[in-house]
């Protein structure tokens, strides 16, 4: 990923895989990112699997209204987006459908494998191919840093996910990452079109991290539009 700076917004990370497509526009915002929240449609995250789509033609509701932890768009113009401050964001870009997701994948989603559902959603009732998909997924709390409980870490050895509980700490520690990941992967997602930021948000003060700063703090938005 790249800082770039942005009209209205100031310094943000992008991704140079997405980059090269002129149809759409996307970032991830960090501290100093102004207006973060300005005009996306963001959805009232759960931990859940729920997938929300905004059409084309249909009434838009209002951010915040709708219950969903993943929200695929095919309006040009509109922005979509998810709130983080450590779990795993990622955003979709179909070439040849012209659609968008934005997803929001914590530990609860990603062991629900809400990237698979995602795509299958895509795949089933949109009419996408795997081959046709690019992907980002941003900045988010590294395998050293996200230690959790072993009843945590035994749900993803349940959920095929052995090879994400991470060795050699007093506690099992998880890569998130990997996981959804394996997500994209497995719904043949091409691995050159995949991009996954290195950026840990616990170790990068200019990013939102609730593990190191309280779950009152600021969060991270992931967002991403057709350009109209």
């Not at 790249?2 to 310094?11: D, L, P």
């Not at 695929?72 to 659609?99: K, M, S």
Request: one cysteine or more; hydrophobic letters at 40%.
């Amino acid at each position: 990923m790249q800082i770039s700076e942005i009209e209205n917004r100031g310094k943000v990370f992008q991704s140079q895989l997405l980059l090269q497509h002129i149809e759409i526009e996307h970032f991830s915002s960090m501290k100093e990112t102004k207006q973060a929240e300005e005009g996306i449609w963001l959805p009232k995250q759960v931990h859940g699997t729920h997938i929300h789509l905004l059409r084309s033609g249909q009434p838009i509701p209002a951010p915040f209204s709708i219950e969903a932890d993943a929200v695929i768009c095919d309006i040009p113009g509109q922005w979509i987006g998810i709130r983080t401050a450590d779990c795993v964001p990622i955003l979709l870009y179909d070439e040849r459908q012209h659609l968008v997701a934005a997803i929001h994948a914590g530990w609860r989603g990603t062991v629900k494998h809400i990237v698979q559902k995602t795509i299958q959603l895509m795949k089933n009732d949109l009419n996408c191919r795997a081959q046709d998909l690019w992907a980002m997924v941003g900045p988010s709390i590294s395998p050293t840093a996200y230690e959790v409980g072993p009843e945590v870490a035994q749900e993803f050895v349940e959920a095929g996910r052995a090879s994400c509980v991470m060795d050699g700490y007093a506690r099992p520690h998880l890569d998130l990452r990997q996981s959804n990941v394996m997500d994209l992967l497995e719904e043949e997602v091409e691995l050159d079109k995949i991009d996954c930021s290195p950026l840990c948000t616990f170790e990068q003060e200019m990013l939102y991290s609730a593990r190191r700063e309280g779950i009152e703090t600021g969060r991270n938005i992931t967002a991403i539009r057709l350009k109209g």
